[in-house]
């Protein structure tokens, strides 16, 4: 019997100690019960119910590395990773209730727009190191329904930026109508942002704009010659220090291009060519301009060049061990080969930032030095015609992440 006991004894043990654990609203730090926990390991993972005190008890089946989460709709996700041992473990874990946007979509005559084409695109700010100023970024793009109504799924408390956009894609018979950033504004500079606070429902009703705008055009010409009746995608953007706002735009043939209907403002105008035998997205010729749009029609010509490819290597410095890269340019994204090579291909001829990222997240390393033609180019924006095609970016390890 007593070497039973002792078996049974030494496998409890084996099989790790037991970790209690606290869910708490993280603003008034009361306990939560009935929440569902989940513990996730290597090879493993667990689901368990707090308790009426919002407590929770695992017993991992071995010690190491394991990310506890509490997940429940209508509330942020929470997630916390710990390092178990044979010491007994206590966490805390605190939730926040999500925050709702929701709101109607009118057209410029107060009515559902056309469904299913209108949507909605909601926006916060990220910021990165070397970064202060941050970026925004797409949260999520919401569909709207047949009464031109969208909910957000719960979100974080912040501040976020919410649009209906229209593009040429989207069916729109008459074309002056225009996208519309919360609450009436035309472009992101002008939007305000929605002060979201945890559980707060805010309504943000958007209505299109009507604005008759003047008309783009020019003529066209591609060096060398493209194929016969190659077709010419030209993309209006409204040029904002938040984020670039899509316009119309139009697939021309031949000799010249028209878009009409553009309002007032800055823009970028992109025009390229894609390759015909290419599955997706590559562009082989292209143009870029920025374009002052006043109250009277605006001309442009257009002279496509040739897209370059952009070829270099990645080399590691340090005690970083060479790894597999995700090197991109805008969304153009390719990895490097076992020598450290690559070729990214078919970019758009807008501006943009070579951006690199090791293939596996436990790598550490990031950029530190990214040269396109001997020029430093680490966090600085390329214009397009490029200065030079040949790039060297090298890697440390310990620098703070993916650039």
């Known amino acids: 019997m007593w070497r039973r006991s002792l078996f049974l004894l030494a496998t409890s043990l084996l099989h790790g100690q037991q970790f209690d654990g606290t869910v708490v609203n993280a603003l008034t730090g009361d306990p939560l019960p009935n929440m569902r926990v989940r513990l996730s390991g290597a090879r493993s993972q667990t689901y368990t119910i707090t308790d009426n005190g919002g407590c929770f008890h695992f017993t991992p089946p071995t010690d190491g590395m394991f990310t506890v989460e509490v997940d ?9 990773s710990v390092y178990l041992t044979d010491d007994p473990a206590t966490i805390q874990i605190p939730v926040t209730l999500g925050g709702i946007i929701t709101g109607t979509v009118t057209d410029p005559n107060g009515l559902p727009p056309e469904f299913p084409q209108a949507h909605v695109q909601l926006y916060t700010r990220r910021t990165w190191p070397g970064d202060s100023q941050g970026r925004l970024i797409l949260v999520s793009t919401m569909l709207v329904d047949d009464r031109g109504q969208y909910r957000t799924a719960p979100l974080e408390p912040g501040d976020y930026y919410i649009g209906a956009l229209l593009d040429s894609g989207t069916g729109f018979s008459d074309r002056t109508w225009h996208t519309v950033y919360y609450p009436s504004a035309s472009d992101m500079d002008s939007a305000a942002p929605i002060q979201l606070a945890s559980g707060q429902e805010f309504r943000a009703d958007l209505q299109y704009l009507r604005v008759a705008g003047v008309r783009v055009s020019g003529n066209l010409q591609i060096v060398p010659p493209a194929p016969q009746d190659a077709p010419v995608r030209i993309e209006l953007r409204r040029v904002s220090s ?3 706002s899509p316009s119309p735009s139009v697939v021309a043939r031949g000799a010249d291009y028209r878009i009409d209907h553009i309002p007032p403002g800055e823009y970028t105008v992109t025009a390229f060519v894609q390759d015909p035998a290419f599955i997706g997205y590559k562009a082989i010729f292209g143009d870029y301009h920025r374009l002052t749009v006043g109250q009277q029609d605006a001309h442009l010509d257009l002279r496509l060049q040739a ?3 952009l070829k270099g290597t990645v080399t590691f410095i340090g005690d970083c061990a060479p790894t597999p ?4 340019f805008n969304f153009i994204e390719t990895v490097t080969a076992a020598d450290g090579s690559f070729v990214l291909s078919g970019m758009s001829p807008g501006p943009g930032g070579i951006r690199v990222a090791p293939v596996s997240e436990e790598s550490g390393a990031s950029a530190v030095s990214i040269l396109l033609g001997g020029r430093e180019v ?5 214009d397009f015609p490029f200065s030079a095609t040949d790039v060297r970016i090298t890697m440390k ?3 703070g992440g993916a650039q």
């Open 307 to 309: 897209i370059p490819d």
């Open 378 to 382: 680490l966090h600085q924006a390329l």
């Open 72 to 80: 429940r709709p209508g509330l942020n996700p929470a997630r916390r």
């Open 242 to 244: 938040i984020r670039e």
């Open 397 to 399: 390890c310990g620098t």
């Open 325 to 328: 890269v995700r090197v991109l």
